[in-house]
């Protein structure tokens, strides 16, 4: 095996770097070698798409739910995306399902009745989603798009 040489300068940090792990007493090392790799098949995902619950683009409280992308209440996402409900003002939910006569929950996710809070729902399959809110029916409605 061959010798390995450093620098004075090398060897310097590679001494300092040394002394402050052995001075960690036992806690565990943080530092560049301690960072988590992922494991599995996924791929790294990419950032919750936000949708606003509870007050438009200009901040007026409404019953609405407002892509911050789109600015409507339409989401559209790539599957395997990640959508993120922001609760802005009011007492809403998301809940899954549509509003023919009445509005029904499919049981794909539903946040429950919530106010100031975020609720996220991965989508794994393309299709569209409608859902709606629980207390406010068929006034406000979305729709998420999986492509
Ligand atoms: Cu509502």
Redesign the pocket.
């Known amino acids: 095996m061959r010798e390995m040489r450093f620098e004075p300068a090398a060897r310097a940090a590679v001494l300092a770097l040394t002394l402050s792990v052995s001075a960690g007493c036992g806690n565990t090392v943080s530092g560049p070698s301690a960072t988590p790799t992922p494991s599995g098949p996924t791929p790294t995902p990419s950032a919750p798409h936000i949708v606003f ?2 007050q438009d683009q200009s901040g007026n409280r409404l ?2 739910f407002v892509d911050q992308a789109s600015g409507t209440s339409t989401t559209t996402i790539h599957v395997g995306d990640t959508v993120q409900w922001n609760w802005l003002s ?4 998301t809940t899954s399902g549509i509003c023919p006569n009445g509005c029904i929950p499919d049981g794909t996710w539903d946040s429950g ?1 919530e106010s100031g809070a975020t609720f996220q729902h991965t989508f794994p399959s393309a299709g569209s989603y409608p859902y ?6 068929t ?2 409605q979305g729709t998420v798009i999986v492509q």
């Not at 709606?132 to 029916?137: A, D, L, N, Q, S």
Request: glycine residues 18%.
């Open positions: 619950v509870g019953n609405v009011g007492t809403h939910s009745v709606f809110c629980r207390v406010h029916g006034m406000m």
